[in-house]
């Protein structure tokens, strides 16, 4: 099958952060057609993306509106010695949704999924059926570049959204319980509770190594659910990632590895959380900053990308420091210990954290005290980040 598509800005991969960049174009720029290119067979594949009530601006709201499958009016952490909730909205997307508010907002001819890319550059996209995407400017979203540009740790989770017999009893979302097992660095299980039967049950892992043992980390699943005292009486969906945790690198190595002269956006260009890996806020923030654009449609949307990444880079040091703490001064069965720390701090510097907007005495609060890793090794990461 061979076709040819003609559109101003082609978005090479249906991920989270391309689709809200085709939404918001759509919705703040009319006159600019869009187009979007997936070679899954659904725009955003089978994910749940869940945020805070405060990783999104007020007034960009209105982008993930249509998008939202479930909320609620709190969360909580556990750890071996703090228990807390946290009074901060919590809201989750389910790709279901994605892709049916995406093929109701783009012509049908514009939305090409179960395409697989073989070719991208600034003004065309080449499928490898023979489907040509042709634009004025194009959007590289497909995924990582050369992660090897980068120093890392990772984080690693299956999930399996599970049906209780009876009900589970979970009111509101557990986003760490860390009074697990610790085994592989830092470990905990998230819950999200979308009705009283139905759980998603998501097994984390703060790592050295990106490796996934799917089936030994299922099989925690399952020994939780038994634990809890949950008869699982089906598994509806699962889902597995390796996420990575940045301590430092090379963004411009990184960026380039993702191919020259071509704009990028979501993970290909380093915007995602440097501690979390999440990518939703950054997602959000990109779409409204191309939205905005004097004309995104045109050679300039490259520079304007690769300045806008590399600020972003430039802000997040004190984020990839706190990650070198983590990964290099901790002992990865006592990780946990640091996140057990950071959640005895007031709610609204733990609500800026996440967003990635924290303020200077966010960061010195954050660091003042007793650290809870050795002492000496905390000087160590210190003097490095500063080299």
Not at 267 to 293: E, K, N, Q
Not at 323 to 349: N, T
Request: hydrophobic share 40%.
């Amino acid at each position: 099958m061979r076709s040819r598509v003609q559109c101003d800005v082609a978005i090479a991969g249906g991920g989270l952060a391309g689709a809200l960049v085709a939404l918001a174009l759509v919705e703040r720029r009319p006159e600019i057609s869009v187009a979007i290119v997936e070679q899954e067979s659904t725009i955003g594949g089978a994910h749940i993306w869940s945020f805070f009530g405060g990783d999104v601006a007020a007034e960009d709201r209105w982008l993930l509106a249509p998008l939202v499958c479930h909320a609620w009016p709190g969360y909580r952490v556990a750890f071996p010695k703090r228990q807390r909730r946290i009074g901060q909205d919590y809201y989750s997307i389910l790709s279901d949704r994605l892709d049916a508010v995406i093929r109701r907002r783009l012509p049908e001819d514009h939305v090409l999924t179960g395409r697989k890319i073989i070719g991208a550059g600034r003004t065309a996209i080449v499928c490898d059926d023979g489907t040509r995407v042709e634009a004025k400017a194009v959007l590289d979203a497909r995924g990582p570049g050369d992660l090897r540009a980068l120093d890392l740790g990772w984080q690693k989770f299956v999930g399996q959204v599970i049906r209780t017999d009876a009900p589970h009893g979970i009111d509101r979302p557990v986003v760490m319980d860390a009074t697990v097992e610790q085994i592989d660095g830092y470990r905990f299980v998230y819950l999200l509770p979308f009705d009283e039967h139905r759980l998603l049950i998501e097994d984390t892992y703060y790592s050295d190594g990106h490796e996934l043992d799917r089936d030994a980390i299922a099989w925690r699943i399952a020994l939780y659910a038994r634990e809890k005292g949950w008869a699982v009486a089906a598994i509806e969906r699962e889902e597995q990632g390796v996420l990575p945790v940045v301590l430092g690198g090379d963004l411009e190595r990184y960026w380039q590895s993702g191919g020259k002269d071509i704009a990028k956006i979501g993970v290909r260009a380093g915007l995602f959380h440097p501690t979390t890996g999440y990518s939703l806020p950054d997602a959000v923030r990109t779409a409204m900053f191309i939205a905005g654009l004097e004309n995104p449609a045109s050679r300039s949307l490259h520079p304007a990308m690769h300045q806008y990444a590399h600020e972003r880079w430039a802000e997040r040091g004190f984020y990839r420091l706190l990650d070198r703490m983590l990964f290099r001064a901790a002992d990865p069965a006592e990780r946990y210990r640091v996140m057990q720390r950071f959640y005895g701090l007031p709610s609204s510097l733990i609500g800026r954290f996440y967003a990635g907007r924290s303020s200077l005495a966010d960061k010195a609060r954050i660091l003042a005290g007793k650290p809870p890793v050795p002492l000496a090794r905390a000087l160590s990461q210190l003097r490095e980040a500063r080299a």
